[in-house]
């Protein structure tokens, strides 16, 4: 699903927009890289060209994954978050001041940079309510619950998904160990909610079965 619900991709390739697209270059990163910490100066505006990027905030030995942007989703680096390269990514990248001299023609821009962020922020006071009121097994059927009403249903009314993580990135995104997450889909399996189809893969039978669990 993307964040944003449009893809700036397709906008900054029409013509009308290419002086938009002029003041963007483009910079590649290795996955796991962090593309920006909260302690550098320079205020930039990226749109995801290829792979993923994980926004999130870090304390200490602790990590609260906010989002995971897909191309053609967009984000401004002003908020104290770091960003790592979830995949091998390209980015087109912008100082903020560029941008601002061309954006107030293309309002398309500005209402999509105000929606990621705004979503980013939901996300934010999702996680917060999510760590003071739920368990682990709890937000980890939220974010199935997530993936599953995103995507479209099967002939016979359930609903397949792909998670497109690793074992470790879910465990990322969700604040807990590997082996936890690990654990937890087993047992999400054994109980009949969902069946493995795959890596990643699952088909989800009965939707309401898993949000009655999910205490929805």
Do not use: W
């Not at 893809?7 to 996955?31: I, Q």
């Amino acid at each position: 699903m993307k964040f944003s619900g449009i893809n700036l991709l397709d906008e900054l390739a029409k013509e009308e927009l290419a002086d938009l697209r002029a003041v963007f270059h483009e910079k590649t990163y290795p996955k796991g890289t962090i593309i920006y910490a909260p302690d550098e100066q320079e205020n930039l505006v990226f749109v995801i060209g290829s792979g993923r990027v994980r926004i999130y905030l870090g304390y200490e030995d602790k990590e609260f994954s906010l989002a995971i942007l897909n191309p053609g989703d967009l984000y401004a680096t002003h908020a104290d978050c770091f960003i790592e390269a979830f995949d091998d990514c390209t980015l087109l990248v912008a100082d903020v001041h560029s941008v601002k001299t061309v954006m107030d023609r293309v309002p398309m821009f500005t209402r999509t940079m105000v929606r990621v962020l705004g979503n980013i922020l939901h996300n934010s006071f999702s996680i917060i309510g999510g760590l003071a009121f739920k368990d682990i097994h709890e937000r980890l059927i939220d974010y199935i619950l997530s993936e599953a009403r995103s995507a479209p249903p099967s002939e016979n009314g359930g609903v397949h998904i792909s998670l497109g993580l690793t074992m470790e990135q879910l465990a990322q995104l969700m604040g807990a160990s590997r082996q936890t997450i690990s654990t937890l889909l087993n047992e999400i399996v054994r109980q009949g909610l969902m069946e493995k189809e795959g890596r990643g893969r699952y088909y989800i039978p009965d939707l309401s079965a898993l949000e009655a669990a999910a205490g929805q």
